[in-house]
């Protein structure tokens, strides 16, 4: 295992955060920094995102696309991911996180606007992710199966593992129940959820997302403002972390970097691929609309939640015994500073971010395979194979199904990069198509394939 550990680290540190940064860098530049230059019409088009544009009663809606896509990114990532952040690549990883963040948001726009752009009609649903851009954008079908296999196995299996297995951790902390029947039940309402479908995954996440996320905000926001003294001292000890003259001598410097853009990108998962599956549902009257709105989820992601978990971390947790890591070091970090009944808010908190990923991470999966062969049985199968997965994934070491997290996301990330960045002239010529039509003083942008005459093609099927 520690062989196996050695050579995952080795591949982060020497090729995925170098492929990360200089990807993400050249979407920031190829888009003219759209996360920030069009940040106002971001949230502009969040706001309006509530009406699904073709009438239908069955489709989904643009906000429903972005909370189950929410719902993926915000889960243990974002509690237990950045507490291991804090502990192998210290203070500094926060600021490198954050880094990633502002940039990986470009690259999430890019690669939404491509599943848009590229989706397909399925029923009365659309249906799209990776799998359909590198099919019919670059004319792979090998290509795009083999990332459809990687695509289940990764977000529908591995990831959802590691939700599962954290969920197991934090009861037991909590609540003294055994990881078996946390995997019971986490199997039990998989079933319920899953077996609906995508309009019943996206009706329970858009319920789940914000009354999660408000509770928790809530309450490390009453945290850091009865602490607010202490904030100038955080920040200048995570800047001192990320750039420190100590740091740089000890090599610190070198694991916050790659400790942030890892764990930072578990978190938003921004070009891995997942996102695009739930954007590419929605319907809406311009590709880059739901670009936007992606972009924006890596904000909410990283910029808040994970920030949240990170100042409760260094006011609560400075006198942390060394051994404790992971979920519980978060626990601690709160109990600490508001009492035991924290390690019962975390333990509930852990288990609806972490439940909310593993459904919406459900369809992901299911779009994948319905790529592959749409056949109903193939469909069902997968949903009891990772249902039973996602059980066992509660029970097995924490080491091993963080290794293998990694270990998938390599392999996802770089197929997924290396193909955006091919596509990734298309969505240019989409943004300057929807900056145009702003210009001439339309309100909501529509886009028809016929403006573009390098999209006028008939693997364009939905515009």
């Known amino acids: 295992m520690e062989l196996f550990s050695s050579v995952i680290d080795f591949l982060w540190n020497y090729l995925m955060v170098e492929v990360m940064v200089v990807l993400a860098l050249w979407f920031t530049i190829k888009t003219k920094a759209v996360q920030i230059t069009m940040l106002p019409e971001m949230l502009r088009t969040l706001k309006g995102t509530t009406q699904k544009q073709s009438g239908e009663n069955r489709t989904i809606s643009s906000i429903e696309a972005f909370l189950m896509s929410l719902a993926s990114r915000v889960g243990v990532g974002n509690l237990a991911g950045v507490a291991l952040a804090i502990t192998m690549g210290g203070p500094g990883a926060i600021f490198w996180m954050w880094m990633m963040a502002i940039l990986n948001s470009a690259t999430s726009f890019v690669e939404s606007t491509l599943a848009q752009l590229y989706k397909s009609k399925d029923g009365n649903f659309f249906i799209g992710g990776p799998a359909y851009y590198i099919n019919k954008g670059l004319k792979s079908k090998t290509w795009a199966i083999v990332v459809a296999i990687l695509s289940v196995f990764t977000f529908s299996f591995i990831i959802c593992s590691v939700q599962s297995n954290t969920i197991a951790l934090s009861s037991e902390e909590a609540f003294g129940v055994a990881p078996l029947w946390s995997a019971i039940i986490i199997g039990v309402l998989m079933a319920l959820t899953i077996f609906g479908g995508v309009g019943r995954v996206a009706k329970v996440t858009s319920m789940l997302v914000p009354l999660m996320a408000f509770a928790y905000i809530l309450v490390v926001l009453c945290i850091v403002l009865a602490n607010i003294n202490q904030i100038p001292t955080i920040l200048k000890m995570i800047i001192d972390s990320a750039f420190g003259i100590n740091q740089v001598v000890a090599g610190g410097v070198g694991a916050a970097i790659m400790m942030g853009v890892k764990r930072g990108l578990f978190s938003n998962e921004a070009g891995m ?177 016929s403006r573009i005459k390098e999209l006028d093609t008939p693997d364009i099927e939905c515009w």
């Open 273 to 449: 691929g997942s996102a695009p599956n739930a954007a590419a549902t929605a319907d809406v009257k311009h590709p880059v609309n739901q670009g936007f709105v992606q972009a924006m989820g890596v904000f909410v992601d990283t910029l808040l939640i994970c920030s949240c978990t990170a100042f409760m971390i260094f006011i609560g947790a400075a006198d942390a015994p060394e051994n404790i890591e992971g979920i519980a070091l978060t626990q601690y970090a709160l109990s600490s500073t508001t009492g035991a009944w924290a390690y019962h808010f975390i333990a509930i908190i852990v288990f609806f971010f972490g439940f909310s990923t593993c459904i919406s991470n459900s369809y992901y999966g299911e779009a994948n395979i319905r790529f592959i062969k749409d056949n109903n049985l193939l469909v069902n199968i997968f949903r009891v194979l990772m249902i039973l997965i996602v059980m066992a994934g509660a029970v097995v070491p924490l080491d091993v199904v963080w290794a293998m997290a990694d270990l998938f996301m390599i392999f996802i990330v770089l197929i997924n990069m290396l193909s955006i960045t091919k596509l990734g002239k298309y969505t240019y010529l989409l943004l300057t198509d929807y900056k145009a039509q702003r210009k001439e003083g339309i309100v909501v942008p529509i886009f028809k394939k």
